[in-house]
């Protein structure tokens, strides 16, 4: 079952929420999101609780609560997300009512004591019992469901004792500044809450759907269907991630990688759903659905990232729990030692005890992680920095080694063919590969060759030898029984004769090179050019050669040299040759290691990790096993789907600069965290003795509580100003 929550101001709350369902017979797996609201929970079906149940406990703690399965999102037209709704003012919220009404009975209560001096207190009496009420009752359902030390809890034993030992006005007083403090922290909380809303809202409710006879109807865009034909206008967003099939246009993709340079694209080239369309119309044959487009998927690992724990965040909400009781504690010393050891006033001490409570409130303290947490997630979403959690952001900041994948990571991953050498007099004729003399066609016939064992191969290399065979117009012959040996070569067999393509190093291993041979090889690498040698399985013959060149990226230099500068270590890791590293390894100034297989690349990771804590940037599938062993694994956002998936940190727009970021955001929020901690912990220190000595009383008690929680939260929303490393 899943649920929208509402009205939770900081990560206790969710805490306050686990507890109580957790006590409920039949429930389990249950899953709060603060950030998004969202609950998630498992129910028995032979339970004795029913979903009744769940809502009634909810409600009884002060929540509001509605239901978002999927089959009332199927039957509502719109699937919109329970986020993307309109937003109430404060004064609109239940909370925002209560603190006028109280603001309003305050003032009256205050006229009144003017007026009618000796009717003073029994008006702010008033103000007390009808502010604190819904605490109290509050108060009593958490304690019954398992959180006894509740603000709600302290605030309404402070405020009564108070009223008792006829402190009225500082009773109210109190009230009133609870109220407004868990005003102010529902508005922080509804702020924090505002980036996952603008991302449900970068995808357009409608689309224009194609039928067979080129017929337009408007639809959902939540009822596409993989291969529906949709027509995006000139102004238009996208409706769904898929591919032209007619038109170009440039388009603003913006919204999704944050790259603000407009894109132009053509048929065949793939679009996301939220882009905007700037000039021409689009015919576009949709790939996704609404649930599993690019947009739903950056919601859902947002969501996930805010719901996951950061260590900190861990050790400081269990910190809390042991926190609370203990200043309890010191408050009913306070109240009973003085008077019954040293004949003080049980008044004044029942005073500075109910302060003493107030003081106790963990709020801030827990308040102080998760706050700067999601700030910093959502700093890193908005300059396209997918960050899969609090635990990867705290980790990528303790970085002092980043390893980097060559291919498509420090280069732009679009070899282009450079070279082709034909070594025999061969071609295929008729089904058959005969001998004949050599002549000008020799080099197209092994790039034929070359582009039909490649065929079956995804790798860019490959990709980029199809694609250039392809725009020489030449004929691809039909191979059969293509595999691959991962890290070392692709097979195939054309015209009945077994074929592969490796690395020269892997084909010194299984064929025989000339000296001839191998001084081209080398020519050709000692120009940063990749190699790939195509030979006759069976009978051990080199046939022929192609060379690529994989340009770096624009900023892959600036990148490496933004990381120096703030004393991270940078090592290429490729499965390249050593010449072509090497080469590029010189440009960069970067540490190196070459002709390394998937394996290869584990066994150094992992004996870097022995001294250091090491991230891993990759973008294909051979990447992710090393993504997954790194303390931080790091895509590049055009990579692979295996490998954003498998790292806990996505690059969408594949800028090296970006990692020098990602680590400047992440130590910027480890001292947000730093701050906020000792802000909290320094200024209850502070109260609490002035309190113990009678310096300050009921109301500077609420105030530092409700102040220290709203200045952790604006010290916190002061991350989504973070510009990046300088």
């Not at 090491?614 to 090393?626: F, S, T, W, Y």
Request: glycine share 8%; with cysteine.
């Amino acid at each position: 079952m899943q649920y929208r929550i509402e009205g939770m101001d900081c990560a206790s709350c969710v805490r306050k929420i686990e507890t109580a369902l957790a006590r409920m017979p039949g429930v389990s797996d249950i899953q709060l999101n603060f950030a998004t609201e969202k609950l998630e929970l498992t129910l028995d079906s032979d339970s004795e609780t029913q979903f009744s149940d769940v809502e009634k406990t909810i409600k009884r703690l002060g929540f509001g609560i509605s239901a978002t399965t999927d089959q009332a999102i199927a039957a509502d037209g719109t699937g919109d997300n329970p986020l993307d709704t309109q937003q109430q003012h404060w004064w609109q919220t239940r909370k925002g009512k209560q603190v006028v009404g109280l603001g309003i009975l305050m003032s009256a209560a205050y006229a009144l004591a003017l007026v009618f001096p000796d009717y003073g207190m029994w008006a702010f009496a008033i103000a007390v019992i009808v502010g604190v009420f819904p605490f109290a009752r509050k108060s009593m359902t958490l304690a019954m469901t398992g959180t006894p030390f509740s603000i709600e809890m302290l605030m309404s034993i402070a405020a009564i004792g108070a009223l008792i030992i006829g402190e009225a006005e500082e009773a109210a007083a109190v009230v009133f500044l609870f109220s407004v403090g868990e005003l102010l922290e529902s508005v922080a909380a509804d702020h924090a809450r505002a980036g996952i809303r603008a991302l449900a809202s970068l995808v357009p409710k409608t689309a224009i759907l194609l039928d067979a006879q080129g017929g337009q109807r408007d639809v959902p865009a939540v009822s596409l269907q993989v291969n529906d034909l949709v027509l995006v206008r000139p102004g238009d967003k996208v409706s769904a991630d898929g591919v032209i099939v007619q038109g170009n246009s440039s388009l603003d993709d913006s919204p999704v990688t944050g790259e603000s340079i407009p894109v132009t694209k053509a048929i065949g080239d793939a679009v996301f759903a939220g882009s905007i369309n700037i000039e021409g119309a689009l015919q576009v044959r949709v790939e996704k659905t609404a649930a599993d487009n690019t947009i739903a998927r950056i919601i859902t690992l947002v969501e996930q990232a805010q719901a996951s724990k950061a260590p900190t965040a861990r050790f400081i909400e269990k910190f809390s729990r042991y926190y609370t009781p203990a200043v309890m504690a010191i408050a009913a010393l306070v109240i009973i030692v003085p008077p019954l050891a040293m004949g003080g006033e049980w008044a004044t001490w029942l005073y500075r005890g109910f302060a003493l409570l107030l003081i106790a409130c963990p709020c801030a303290l827990i308040l102080s992680t998760p706050a700067a947490i999601a700030s910093g997630l959502a700093v890193g979403t908005r300059r396209g920095l997918l960050i899969k959690g609090g635990s990867a952001l705290e980790t990528i900041g303790r970085v002092n080694v980043v390893a980097f994948d060559k291919t498509g990571t420090l280069t732009e991953g679009k070899p282009r063919v450079t070279d082709v050498i034909a070594f025999t007099q061969r071609h295929i004729a008729q089904g058959h590969i005969v001998q004949e003399h050599i002549g000008s066609e020799s080099q197209n016939e092994v790039l034929a060759l070359f582009a039909s064992v490649e065929s079956a191969s995804s790798h860019p290399l490959a990709k980029a030898i199809i694609d250039h065979a392809k725009a020489t117009n030449i004929s691809i012959p039909v191979a059969s029984r293509a595999y691959a040996t991962a890290g070392k070569a692709v097979h195939a067999t054309i015209a009945g004769r077994p074929l592969a393509i490796g690395s020269p190093v892997y084909a010194a291993n299984e064929t025989s090179i000339s000296l001839e041979q191998n001084a081209q090889i080398e020519a050709l690498q000692n120009e940063g050019k990749t190699v790939s040698v195509l030979f006759d399985e069976q009978s051990r013959e080199l046939l022929g050669l192609v060379a690529l060149r994989d340009e770096l990226r624009e900023d892959a230099q600036a990148g490496v040299a933004q990381l120096k500068a703030m004393g991270v270590r940078s090592v290429m890791l490729t499965g390249d040759n050593r010449l072509t590293a090497q080469a590029l390894a010189s440009h960069l100034e970067i540490e190196w290691q070459a002709e390394l297989l998937p394996e290869d690349k584990l066994r150094l990771l992992n004996e870097m990790k022995g001294n250091s804590k090491v991230a891993m940037i990759g973008d294909g599938i051979n990447d992710a096993p090393a993504l997954a062993t790194a303390d931080v694994g790091i895509a590049m956002g055009g990579g692979t789907d295996v490998a954003i998936e498998t790292a806990d940190i996505a690059l969408l727009k594949s800028r090296v600069t970006d990692v020098a970021h990602l680590i400047a955001l992440s130590r910027a929020t480890m001292s947000n965290i730093h701050q906020n901690v000792i802000f909290a912990l320094g200024l209850k220190s502070i109260f609490l003795i002035t309190t113990v000595l009678g310096i300050t009383g009921l109301w500077i008690a609420v105030l530092a509580d409700t102040g220290a929680t709203v200045l952790v939260t604006l010290n916190a929303l002061r991350l989504l100003r973070f510009k990046g490393a300088s």
